[in-house]
Every structure is written in structure tokens, then in C-alpha cells.
């Protein structure tokens, strides 16, 4: 049995609003290879999946992460507690979250070490943050969020007691 379920693709259409029929011609591919595919009795080339991956705007390596037959993943969770910012961390492989809790007061520079080929999403759950990014300070509130690549120099500073997610995302 393979270790692939690319029948996922029926999902993926279906959730863009596509018939099989715009799929295929959107894909530049039959519409027998699609129905094939998501039959999950196809066995598609890497050609066939860059060119659904294209359609559906998401790389590759996501399509084909996606088809793996594990459903579910459990994460590996960790106390984070440095310079007065503490939480969880809950890492899986490419992605990682911290959930994390800080004082007024507390600022935090980054460090190019964790972030690898990363962007970063903090969302602010209670309290008010302000994160600056190549020296643009953005100001963020309950609810607010901020995306941005990480390995660009960044800073976090907590100006009212926070309770917020940093979320680390592999890059293509």
C-alpha cells in the first residue's frame, strides 16, 4: 500500500469551487488523470503535481504533505521560559508554536538561531505588543495579528501585560 492518498485532490477542488472538468483544464491535464487521482487510483507524476499544486496556489512539497496517510500528528510540547517570557512550545516537523504569557516591560530581540527558513505570526490574544521589524514598529492589540519573515531582525516589546502566539511556519 502506498504511503500516499492523493484522493485529497477531490477535497481541494471541491473547497476552490471546481469541477473535475475545470480542474483538469486549469491543470492542463485530462480529465480522466483527475478522476484517476481522486479515485486515489492514481499514481501522478511530479509534472501532474506541480501542475495541480500551481492551481491550488500551494507548493509541491505541501501537495504531497498533504496526500501522506497520516491523518493526525501529536506534537511535541516543551516549557519556554526565557527573560521573562514564558508559555509552550509545541514544534511538529516544519512548523512550530509558542504560546506564551509576558509582563509590561519585558523586551525580547530576536535570535536568527531558532528561526531557520521561517515567517512568524504573532497574534495577540490580551494586552498590547509592539513588534518591530527592520526598524517599523507595528503596534498590536487583542486580536491584532503581524506576519513577517523571521530571520529579518526583529523585536518584541510587551507594553501591557500579554497573553499572545508566536507561530513559525516553514517557507517554500
Known sequence: MSQFDFSIIKTLRMKWGLTAEELANKANITRATVA????GNGNPTIDTLAALSRVFQMPVSELIRASERTVCEQGQTERYDVNGVHGTRIGFPGFEM????????????????????????????????QITVQGETHSLGPQAALRFKALHPHKIEIVEDAEFLLIHPMLP
Open 36 to 39: 484517476k487521482i481522486e479515485s
Open 98 to 129: 509558542f504560546h506564551l504569557r509576558a509582563r509590561a516591560g519585558i523586551e525580547q530581540d530576536s535570535e536568527p538561531v531558532f528561526h531557520e527558513n521561517t515567517s512568524e505570526i504573532c497574534v495577540v490574544l490580551s494586552g498590547t505588543l
